[in-house]
């Protein structure tokens, strides 16, 4: 696979206050990555530096293979859509995308064609013709994502794209993120502080922190990495649960079993390292209990969610 | 929708056109250029009544009249320009659109030349409105002809002016309420002069205080050419001033704009 986006050491700093802190991250064509931190973390800081609108203070780094010194050609070969991104209400959405095709230097007749073919894509065709000031706030996000497609960039920068969406939003931008990933090829940089978007809809995640970098990887890897289960709160039969209690302190893994209170055959399980091991495995666990014929109703992990691995990682730093 | 795009190859021509034509269309459809003419239209009507009235009562002469009126068109004609110009800018900014044509390939230099060119659309359309009220309160003395020339050239070197200059501030604002607040306060002071007594031009400090300033020069030629009859090359000079404020300044804006224009007011630190 090919590196659209190569940041090495990327620091960015407004007077006294550091907001991005020696970034670095590679991206790859058709990865979705998502980046993720706590209000004020540098995430549209990091955004607005690799999208050339604000100079690093140090460090360097490339987007599809053209270096940070050549901004023109990069603004080229991007999407961005901006946190916040405001649009001119009386114009319609067609007007609006075709002025953007044609600044990219298509002529009238193809930004027009373009314009419609994308609006069709992001679900704006019926409203072409209206104008944006009547159109809902997802369906503006919705044609920002149309607009930062106009020409076909490498990568694409979105940050915060389901800020203020319903759920119905939401799940139409994000579906709109991982088609971007899918059909075109392109890079996907989703700067976002909700959890859930970055498990159902990026391939990699970057945690920035107070401008750093706390993480950066595939989602399965940086969960692992950082969190890895502790805890698991799993059912029997009521009858089997003495049975079971047994079972599961035999196994290596299992620093401590307990029946929860007031929940007949409801357990709750603590895993712990044993002899320096990264002991933390449940599998083991649950096939002592299979073994040993009892039905296991459920079974939940705690601390198996990127939100987990979000909380230790933004918290401990 | 790619094959749509594939064929239309990007082309590397100016894009100002491209910027003006999106802002006429956005100032003219939109109606705020429309409801600023209206406005204009009403206080030239009040004005060209009551010069036209006080002409009939032989308070005032009839090239009096007729310079009057071009004088307040050429005033807040080149004000509408400003205003528009003080948006372009800064108005984007507090309306969130400055970042996505910042990402485009558009030189900053080449969306303040469209932004320019379509504020002084403002001026042309003041100028167009303000034509019908001079033929009807010169006719018959001969002046209808050179008061259009004179209010057109003196009206767009203060539009192009004091438009730059709005948009100069604009680059650096913030606020679309601070441009406006600040491009007033200089307009208001650039006019201050014209306020003045006669007795106090009359000194070489009073008459250089008229002259550099280009507001009040080109008033003055107005003045000159409308009121007194006098010829064109006779008082060019006092067209030095403004010719000068409007070259420099329209130079200056896109110049600036390719250094400074960045996405928060005031200067990157």
């Given at each position: 696979m090919t590196l659209v986006v190569e940041a090495h050491g990327i620091a960015k700093r407004f007077g006294q206050l550091l907001?991005?802190?020696?970034l670095t991250v590679e991206v790859q064509a058709g990865d979705v990555l998502g980046i993720l931190g706590p209000n004020g973390a540098g995430k549209t800081t990091a955004v607005r530096v690799l999208t050339t609108i604000l100079k690093p203070s140090r460090g360097t780094f490339s987007v599809a293979g053209i270096p940070h010194s050549r901004p023109d050609e990069i603004r080229r070969r991007i999407g961005v859509l901006p946190e916040s991104a405001g649009y001119?209400?009386?114009?319609t959405g067609e007007q609006y995308l075709q002025y953007h095709a044609r600044l990219y230097g298509r002529s009238r007749a193809h930004a027009r064609a373009s314009a419609r073919s994308l609006l069709d894509e992001v679900g704006l065709l019926d409203r072409s013709?209206?104008?944006?000031?009547?159109?809902s706030r997802g369906m503006r996000q919705r044609l920002g994502i149309a607009r930062a497609l106009v020409n076909e960039p490498a990568v694409v920068f979105l940050d915060e794209?389901?800020?203020?969406?319903d759920p119905a939003g939401q799940k139409q931008v994000l579906g709109n993120v991982r088609a971007i990933a899918r059909e075109r090829g392109a890079a996907v940089l989703l700067s976002t502080h909700l959890l859930h978007e970055v498990e159902q809809s990026c391939s990699h995640v970057l945690i920035l922190n107070r401008g750093r970098n706390v993480a950066v990887g595939t989602v399965s890897d940086v969960i692992s990495r950082a969190a890895a289960p502790r805890r698991a709160r799993l059912q029997v039969g009521p009858e089997d649960a003495d049975r079971a209690v047994s079972t599961l302190a035999?196994?290596?893994?299992?620093?401590l079993v307990e029946h929860a209170e007031g929940q007949p055959g409801s357990l709750t399980v603590r895993f712990g390292a044993r002899?320096?091991?990264?002991?933390?495995?449940?599998n083991d666990a649950v096939r002592a209990l299979v073994d040993a014929g009892i039905a296991l109703l459920s079974f939940e992990l705690d601390g198996a969610r990127l939100g987990d691995a979000f909380l230790e990682m933004t918290e401990a730093t | 929708m790619s094959a749509a795009q594939a064929d239309g190859k990007p082309r590397r021509a100016p894009s100002w056109p491209i910027v003006l034509e999106r802002e006429l269309r956005d100032l003219w459809t939109g109606g705020r250029a429309l409801v600023l003419c209206l406005a204009f239209s009403l206080l030239l009507s009040a004005i060209a009544y009551l010069v036209a009235t006080n002409t009939d009562l032989n308070f005032l002469e009839q090239r009096e009249s007729v310079g009057l009126t071009l004088q307040v068109s050429v005033a807040v004609g080149s004000l509408l320009a400003l205003l528009v110009a003080g948006d372009a800018i800064s108005g984007e900014r507090e309306r969130g659109t400055l970042e996505t044509l910042l990402l485009t390939p558009l030189s900053r230099r080449q969306l303040v030349v469209g932004k320019l060119l379509a504020a002084l659309s403002l001026w042309l359309a003041a100028f167009a409105v303000t034509a019908p009220y001079v033929w009807k309160l010169g006719r018959?003395?001969?002046i209808v002809v050179d008061a259009l020339a004179v209010g057109f050239v003196v009206g767009t070197l203060l539009a192009v002016f004091l438009a730059s200059l709005g948009m100069l501030i604009s680059l650096f604002s913030g606020s679309n309420r601070f441009t406006l607040s600040l491009s007033l306060f200089v307009l208001l002071a650039l006019f201050a002069?014209?306020?003045?007594?006669?007795s106090a031009e009359k000194g070489w400090a009073g008459e250089l205080l008229v002259r550099i300033n280009p507001v009040t020069a080109g008033e003055h030629f107005i003045g000159r050419i409308v009121?007194?009859?006098?010829?064109w090359s006779e008082d060019i000079s006092w067209l030095v001033a403004p010719v000068v404020a409007a070259v420099l300044f329209a130079v200056l804006a896109p110049l600036v704009a390719g250094r400074f224009l960045q996405l928060r007011g005031g200067v990157e630190g």
């Open positions: 907001a991005v802190e020696d001119p209400g009386v114009q013709r209206s104008p944006i000031a009547t159109y794209p389901t800020l203020g969406l035999s196994v290596r893994e299992v620093e002899n320096g091991e990264q002991g933390s495995s449940p | 018959g003395v001969g002069p014209s306020q003045l007594p006669s009121v007194n009859g006098h010829s």
